[in-house]
């Protein structure tokens, strides 16, 4: 059996980030060989990987990219802040992100199977989760076409990497309002960005709502139809873009903001880690 030093395991827990006892067995069963023991480690990992899949992965970090024709932005969780803020993680995210903006993904699916390296994003998630000790999985990913981006991440954590962020794209020239816009976003939590975007389905859900509220306050029975229809527009207040009031002065909202500012948006995304 080849003797195994302090500084073989120093080195491959720093090319791993595999725990101490782990590296050792794994380096004393492949008798000294690296490369075998790495097959050992991973092989491990793998088995937990199996074990780890029903877990919740509440944690993790939200990233973006542009490129000249389109911004990618991802959400790629895992179980604990500990490993949501280790290097490893951060690093995984930039490499995970860079491989699906040059790929064009679009959906998780086919972001897994995207190349990096030698390797697919899929398998690298996988491997990386092996090391990790974790469940580390893709959740989610938007990629958005434009010639102009607003991009805001949010860290709610200092210790802690992006865990809010949101992607912008317009038309326009005035940045720094279309950065606000961004930030807004990030703290209104919109959901569409025009009331035709709405389902109906959901409109008329809300309608009976207030309808029945309406009705159970007592309020006039001529009365109602105006009343119902104000509470309505104060549903799409909510969740439309330019019809909620702007973060930083509530006396307007957002659509006279964009006007104002001669900016016009085509579309935005916003992650949240964990929601």
């Not at 088995?47 to 970090?61: H, I, Q, V, Y």
């Not at 809010?164 to 209104?188: L, M, N, P």
Request: overall charge negative.
């Amino acid at each position: 059996m080849a003797d195994v030093t302090l500084a073989d395991i120093k080195a491959l827990r720093e090319r791993l980030g595999t725990g101490m006892v782990d590296t050792k067995n794994a380096l004393v069963e492949a008798d000294g060989d690296f490369d075998r023991a790495v097959e050992i480690l991973r092989l491990k990992g793998a088995k937990g990987n199996a074990k780890r899949a029903d877990r919740s992965t509440s944690e993790g970090l939200i990233a973006a990219i542009r490129s000249a024709t389109a911004t990618t932005m991802i959400e790629l969780a895992c179980e604990t802040d500990f490993v949501a803020k280790g290097d490893k993680f951060v690093a995984l995210g930039e490499t995970v992100l860079q491989a699906l903006a040059d790929s064009g993904a679009e959906t998780v699916d086919t972001a897994l199977t995207a190349p990096v390296g030698a390797t697919t994003v899929g398998q690298l998630i996988s491997d990386e989760a092996a090391t990790l000790g974790e469940k580390v999985e893709l959740r989610r990913i938007i990629r958005i076409p434009g010639d102009k981006f607003a991009i805001y991440l949010h860290r709610t954590n200092k210790d802690l990497p992006p865990q809010v962020g949101v992607v912008v794209a317009y038309a326009g020239d005035d940045v720094e309002t279309a950065r606000s816009i961004a930030q807004h976003i990030s703290f209104a939590d919109p959901q569409y960005l025009h009331r035709d975007d709405v389902p109906a389905s959901h409109v008329e859900a809300e309608r009976r709502i207030v309808e029945e509220i309406s009705r159970g306050e007592g309020k006039p029975e001529a009365a109602l139809p105006k009343i119902i229809e104000g509470r309505v527009n104060g549903f799409f207040k909510q969740v439309v873009l330019p019809e909620q009031d702007y973060a930083r002065d509530n006396k307007q909202i957002v659509g006279r903001v964009l006007a104002d500012a001669g900016l016009s948006v085509s579309a935005f995304a916003r992650f949240k880690v964990g929601a």
